[in-house]
């Protein structure tokens, strides 16, 4: 049993992203995520202490599906 339990935890997508997991759900580099972090209407990050900086995934998809539109045009 708790190998299927642990197995499902691997899978699991997280709700909060590091800075290489949120690159990679936009499937963008790290450079090019770095550099769309410091545009005023990115979503702010949650720190989880000093140094555990994440990204809420429902943010950051919701901030990039306004994008969506803007660079279709």
Do not use: Y
């Not at 770095?34 to 140094?51: C, I, M, T, Y």
């Not at 900086?53 to 943010?59: D, V, Y």
């Amino acid at each position: 049993m708790p190998r299927k339990i642990n197995a499902t935890l691997r899978n699991a997508t997280p709700d909060f992203l590091t800075d290489p997991e949120a690159a990679a759900i936009l499937n963008i580099g790290i450079s090019r995520f770095l550099e769309l972090q410091k545009r005023a209407d990115f979503p702010p990050p949650v720190w989880l202490g000093p140094r555990g900086k994440r990204h809420p995934r429902a943010a950051l998809l919701a901030w990039a599906l306004t994008l969506r539109g803007k660079w279709a045009a």
